[in-house]
């Protein structure tokens, strides 16, 4: 019998509500049932995980059970399985963890294509456990260990050709029960001819155990984590040269399982303990930390290697009982650089120059957003939370996209003051030339600077549209339009409609009453309406019904649209205001027809306001105007009022639609001929 393409290898200690479901995601794998063999190990369960797993194998020839003493340990039960497996590929699964349908048909097949020795599956959780998920932003069939963030993950959970671990005589630590599968993990990275990523969708699956007995979230102390980056670090010397390549892979091990063993653990251990712990990384890592390697790490774990190496447990101690009490390490700006930022009794013990760390992050917030002509307003709050002190000034710039071009605007209004609270930066942008623009928040420190892209989180209250002067009706090089982009959703300037070179306009031509007697903005657009359209009113004054409204909208003609305003006889006082979305640009719609509207008929009255839309007002106020108003001149000498068979002979459907209060029938007969003339 010819050898299958791959061995499933899953160890079992008292996994008795998972493992059934473990093995079944095996054996309804979409791959070709010869092409694979399960190994399952029962590590000496006490649960009755034993009676599920004899009874699957009962039912199916491709597994095989070996039975042993508890081990105590994952590698224990992984090891006499790897000498039984006869795959070309090997893929260890958890027994309380889970594989997609088609994951090993997927990882297969691309490690024969591709003729990958080791193939990652993207993993995912299916609640609130950790996964590793840097290298998995993309599929990469010929990935780097480090440039594509392979190293950052040493679980083994991966498909691995068998060859590599014949050759090498690979095999799991025993005395460990968590990070036995790190040094294993390395060694068969750093001999891989080549490795694939594969991103494309969720290939294990992580389950949280209700019982809490995930293995990989036994706690652990200070020797065992010290144990695993000793020997990953073993690793990495063995199969590298020195330079910047190990270096890089050494931060895995410095910045993971020895930067825990030097965490609050730490401290728990007495005097002596330390001191043996200490002997032991320093002779076995020493000479691996090199300036090199520091460069790599984070300036915490850098402190405390740089204590550590020099046998100062004092500071150690201070330094690490310090960090735990404060939980976060702040930054400060110091002789032209970030440092950490620390007491005077720890700073006598650590050299300035040690203490230079990356710049810290930043974060903003878009908080208004409005244009006015060709100036773009924008408010925007800073968030920097490890930095002790405040920044020397914040400014908007705007870049040209594609080019090294940009444009920096200053604050008018600029809050840096030093504290918890975040810093605010309101600035006006004017004068841009026709281009796209691309919006970013600078934070100044002296000479330093760092850009922050803008507007991807913004207040709630900014329109997901943007904002625009399209409204002023400019001409287009004149157009001035902030939107936010596809994907991310930055803040961009549309500056001469290069990206929105032709949208839709949409102007209101009347109102009028539906069937139902509830009330309707007619609106004429320069196009056929698309599916896409949106329109929004914005009601004050109306508790249950605030904020922005999609307006549910008729098609009566080819261009020529109802909108359907919430509007009752119970909101008097209510104002309501409406805006077009033709693609993706707002502009509002200003509301005409009050002077026709049929308040009687519909039990109450709308009046103009000055924001463009209308306000709701008694049924009763409607009536002849006001002696020497504007209206009531015009009214007063206004010619006689022509019958409704005179209006249809004389005027297009618009103007019929904007003259006439349309009730009943009457609504019914136009609303006919306004869809046959196509208006």
Request: hydrophobic share 40%.
């Amino acid at each position: 019998m010819p050898p299958p393409d791959v061995s499933i290898i899953i160890p079992v200690f008292n996994s008795v509500e998972y493992v059934e479901e473990a093995i079944r995601s095996v054996l309804n794998q979409t791959i070709s049932p010869e092409r694979v063999e399960l190994i399952v190990v029962d590590d000496g369960s006490t649960d009755g995980s034993d009676v599920v797993i004899n009874r699957l194998a009962a039912q199916d020839a491709r597994i095989t059970v070996l039975t042993q003493e508890n081990s105590g340990t994952p590698g224990g039960a992984r090891n006499p399985a790897l000498d039984l497996a006869r795959g070309t590929f090997i893929f260890f699964l958890d027994s309380d963890d889970l594989l997609a349908s088609n994951a090993l048909q997927r990882m297969v097949d691309v490690a024969i294509a591709e003729d990958s020795d080791v193939v990652l599956g993207k993993i995912s959780s299916t609640d609130r456990r950790r996964v590793p998920t840097s290298m998995f932003k993309r599929t990469i069939l010929d990935a780097h260990l480090v440039n594509d963030r392979v190293f950052n993950t040493l679980g083994s959970t991966k498909l691995i050709r068998r060859d590599i671990i014949d050759r090498l005589h690979l095999r799991f630590p025993t005395d460990q029960t968590v990070g036995e599968d790190e040094p294993f993990m390395a060694a068969a990275y750093l001999n891989a001819r080549k490795i694939s990523v594969l991103a494309d969708m969720d290939y294990y699956i992580v389950q949280y155990r209700s019982d809490g007995a995930n293995m990989t979230l036994a706690k652990q102390g200070s020797a065992a984590h010290a144990k695993t980056a000793l020997r990953v670090a073993s690793v990495i010397e063995q199969y590298t040269e020195p330079g910047d390549f190990r270096d890089a892979l050494l931060k895995r091990a410095f910045d993971r399982p020895l930067a825990r063993a030097l965490d609050p653990r730490w401290l728990t251990l007495g005097p002596e303990d330390q001191s043996l712990l200490t002997d032991r990384i320093t002779t076995g890592l020493k000479h691996l930390y090199t300036d090199g390697a520091r460069e790599f790490l984070r300036a915490t774990t850098r402190i405390k290697l740089d204590l550590l190496m020099a046998g100062n447990l004092r500071g150690l101690n201070s330094y690490i009982s310090y960090l735990t009490e404060r939980k976060s390490q702040k930054v400060e700006w110091s002789n032209g650089d970030f440092r950490l930022s620390l007491p005077e009794h720890l700073a006598e013990l650590i050299p300035i120059d040690q203490r230079v760390t990356p710049a810290p992050e930043v974060t903003c917030r878009l908080e208004d957003l409005s244009v006015e002509g060709d100036l773009v307003k924008v408010a925007v709050s800073v968030r920097i939370p490890s930095l002790d002190g405040g920044p020397d000034s914040i400014t908007l710039r705007s870049r040209l996209r594609d080019t090294e071009s940009f444009v920096d605007f200053p604050a008018t209004y600029d809050d840096t003051r030093p504290g918890p609270t975040p810093f605010y930066l309101t600035a006006e942008c004017a004068g841009l030339p026709r281009g796209i623009w691309d919006l970013y928040v600078v934070v100044h420190f002296g000479a330093r600077e760092i850009e922050q892209r803008l507007g991807a989180e913004r207040s709630r209250a900014i329109e997901p549209e943007g904002a625009s002067n399209v409204y002023e009706d400019p001409a287009p090089h004149n157009r001035v339009i902030a939107y936010f982009t596809q994907g991310r959703g930055n803040l961009s300037i549309d500056r001469g409609s290069i990206l929105h070179k032709q949208f839709a306009v949409a102007r209101a031509i009347g109102l009028t009453l539906d069937e139902n007697g509830r009330a309707v903005l007619l609106v004429q657009t320069t196009r056929k309406p698309r599916s896409a359209d949106d329109y929004f009113c914005y009601l004050e004054g109306v508790k249950q019904h605030g904020g922005r409204q999609l307006l549910p909208s008729t098609q009566l003609g080819e261009r020529l649209l109802g909108l359907r305003l919430p509007l009752t006889d119970e909101m008097v006082g209510a104002s309501v205001t409406v805006a077009a979305v033709l693609g993706d640009v707002k502009v509002p719609l200003p509301i005409v027809g009050t002077d026709y509207w049929p308040a009687r008929a519909a039990g109450f009255g709308l009046a103009p306001n000055p924001t463009g839309g209308v306000t709701v007002v008694s049924s009763t106020s409607i009536g002849r105007p006001r002696k020497g108003s504007t209206f009531h001149n015009k009214w007063r000498h206004s010619p006689p009022q022509r019958t409704l068979a005179e209006r249809f002979r004389t005027s297009t459907p618009a103007d019929i639609v904007r003259r006439t209060p349309l009730l009943g029938p009457v609504a019914r007969f136009i609303m006919k001929g306004l869809r046959g003339a196509g208006a």
